[in-house]
């Protein structure tokens, strides 16, 4: 698709062929109701509805689907698992509040192992941070390729 200020094209992504026009009409892109058939060429699917809207939970999408009319395919396996949104909603608990009081840099230092990434910049799999209690400032952050061969040794 291609938006200009006063209209926008529909164009084919292999040839780059118009395969339709239509105007901009208070700022918005209404399609032409010969586009229609377009909409209704191909109908998606409850989990393609779920990632197009979003991903809100499934009566959010049934909702919308049911008051707009929009057709949908029916799937085998209605309990469809969304990746993106099980991996959104990973979390950790709070940590516990902190009662040490260091009185020098480095006299008590936190840890934390974070991985396995699976894409990640520059292709590590493992975050290793260190953070200094005395100036609550993260000293060091190391990410690894590999933790196998990783020993911290302090003395």
Partial sequence: ???????FLVKDQATKKTLLTGRC???????PSPAKQVLTASRSSLSGWHKRLGHPASPIVHHI??????????????EHVCDACQQAKAHQLPYPKSV??????????FSDVWGQAINSVGRKQYYVSFIDDYSKFTSL???LKSFRNFMIFIT
């Fill in 1 to 7: 698709m291609e938006f200009h200020p006063t209209y």
């Fill in 25 to 31: 009409h208070q700022g918005l892109y209404p399609l």
């Fill in 65 to 78: 689907i049911r008051n707009n009319s929009l057709s949908f395919a029916s799937e085998s396996n209605n």
């Fill in 100 to 109: 040490s009081q260091s009185s020098a840099p480095l006299e008590l230092v």
């Fill in 141 to 143: 952050n190391i990410s």
